[in-house]
């Protein structure tokens, strides 16, 4: 299996290296990672300047670029750029949870997002920031589970993430707002966006929120496509 692996933290997360050694169990790894943090650049790329590219050294065994862009860029790069084919992308392992309706500025699932249009499958994978080290030690039990239970013959894209010392594994859906966001005059001209963690996000133990919370690992099967198809066959049944 040709792995490619890249994040939103940018090449010095302190995580990286832990996925990258860990994913040489599965295969042939690359990593693409951006220069510096890349947080809530969703799908984002950057097609108006050059992008500068360096290698780095990460992990004995593969080779890590660094990519001053977007973690779409990131996978573009290792496509495009390295003329590369990929059987799986590992996006993560992010320092915050990707839960809800912040999956869409999420640069770790942007990155699937983009490896799916490249016709690649993706795996997204988050945590709390406390337990970014810690969350490694339960990749065995994921991908086990991915495995056992056939995943990636349902669907190509998954978001996974991992609570503390998690008690299991539950196949979820996207929850509502995770988080509470506020625009607040900061001085002068200068605004700051900030938010905060919703106390209630509703009883559904079905969602990635919920499933989180009560200390569950969450799986959640994604699409890239936009089109709602319900309301599209509707419109063209004839």
Same mark, same amino acid.
């Given at each position: 299996?040709k792995?490619?692996?890249?994040?939103?933290?940018?090449i010095?997360s302190?995580? *990286?290296?832990?996925?990258? &050694?860990?994913?040489?169990?599965l295969?042939?790894? =690359?990593?693409?990672?951006p $220069?510096?943090e890349?947080s809530g650049?969703?799908?984002?790329? @950057?097609f108006?300047?050059?992008?500068?590219?360096?290698?780095? /050294?990460?992990?004995s065994?593969?080779t890590?670029?660094?990519?001053?862009?977007?973690?779409?860029d990131? %996978?573009?790069?290792?496509?495009?750029?390295?003329?590369?084919?990929? /059987?799986?992308?590992?996006?993560?392992?992010? $320092?915050?949870?990707n839960?809800?309706d912040?999956?869409?500025?999420?640069?770790?699932?942007?990155?699937?997002f &983009?490896g799916?249009?490249?016709?690649? $499958?993706?795996l997204a994978?988050s945590?709390e920031?406390? @337990?970014? *080290?810690?969350a #490694? $030690?339960?990749?065995?039990e994921?991908?086990?589970?991915?495995?056992?239970?056939? *995943?990636?013959?349902?669907?190509?894209?998954?978001?996974?993430?991992?609570?503390?010392? #998690?008690s299991?594994?539950?196949?979820?859906?996207?929850?509502g707002?995770?988080?509470?966001? =506020?625009?607040?005059?900061? &001085?002068?001209?200068?605004? %700051?966006?900030?938010?905060?963690?919703r106390?209630d996000?509703?009883?559904?133990?079905?969602t990635?929120?919920?499933?989180?919370?009560?200390?569950?690992?969450?799986?959640?099967?994604l699409?890239?496509?936009?089109t &709602?198809?319900?309301?599209?066959?509707?419109?063209?049944?004839?």
């Amino acid at each position: 299996m040709k792995i490619l692996i890249t994040n939103d933290d940018g090449i010095r997360s302190p995580v *990286l290296p832990l996925l990258a &050694e860990w994913a040489k169990r599965l295969g042939d790894v =690359t990593v693409a990672a951006p $220069k510096v943090e890349q947080s809530g650049k969703s799908q984002a790329i @950057n097609f108006m300047h050059p992008v500068e590219i360096t290698t780095v /050294d990460l992990v004995s065994g593969v080779t890590a670029y660094a990519v001053d862009s977007t973690p779409a860029d990131c %996978v573009r790069f290792g496509v495009l750029g390295l003329k590369q084919k990929y /059987d799986l992308i590992l996006s993560g392992i992010n $320092k915050g949870y990707n839960l809800g309706d912040d999956i869409v500025y999420s640069g770790t699932c942007g990155a699937i997002f &983009e490896g799916s249009r490249l016709n690649i $499958k993706g795996l997204a994978l988050s945590t709390e920031p406390e @337990n970014l *080290l810690e969350a #490694p $030690k339960f990749l065995n039990e994921v991908w086990e589970y991915i495995q056992k239970n056939d *995943l990636y013959s349902y669907n190509d894209l998954y978001n996974v993430n991992i609570p503390p010392m #998690p008690s299991g594994i539950r196949i979820t859906k996207q929850g509502g707002m995770f988080f509470q966001d =506020t625009f607040i005059h900061h &001085e002068g001209q200068l605004y %700051v966006q900030s938010g905060e963690i919703r106390k209630d996000c509703g009883s559904d133990p079905t969602t990635d929120i919920n499933t989180m919370r009560q200390g569950l690992i969450s799986i959640t099967p994604l699409i890239a496509s936009r089109t &709602e198809m319900s309301v599209f066959n509707r419109l063209t049944d004839n």
